[in-house]
């Protein structure tokens, strides 16, 4: 086996004991059913809730990006974020902490006065 992982093989082995294939198969058939059960349910969820995001009172920021909320909560200084777009370079730019912070306090200043 890869990765050196042959420990785990041979702990399972030793401590169980082979099953026929017909019952084998039955559990394969009621795992994969299992699984795709609970696949099936999760993505319908997520699709709920993306759906109801604005009557659930979650609101989608898509002016920050992810990178500039990380730096923003993490509270770095002189971070340079590079932006790629399809495995091409599109450029970089510099920001600080504090200079997020009062855009984000901005943007959500607007956000209250326009729910009001």
């Not at 340079?80 to 200043?109: C, D, F, M, P, Q």
Request: charge should be positive; include cysteine; glycine fraction near 4%.
């Amino acid at each position: 086996m890869k990765f050196g992982f042959r420990w785990i093989r041979r702990l399972v082995r030793s401590r169980s004991s082979p099953i026929p294939i017909d019952r084998a198969e039955l559990w394969e058939k009621r795992l994969s059913f299992a699984y795709f059960f609970c696949a099936w349910n999760l993505m319908a969820y997520m699709g709920y809730a993306y759906y109801n995001a604005e009557k659930l009172g979650i609101k989608y920021d898509s002016e920050e990006t992810l990178a500039e909320k990380m730096v923003r909560r993490s509270g770095m200084h002189n971070v340079t974020i590079y932006k790629v777009n399809n495995l091409s370079y599109v450029g970089k730019r510099n920001v600080e902490a504090e200079e997020l912070e009062s855009k984000h306090l901005e943007r959500l200043e607007k956000l209250n006065k326009s729910s009001e």
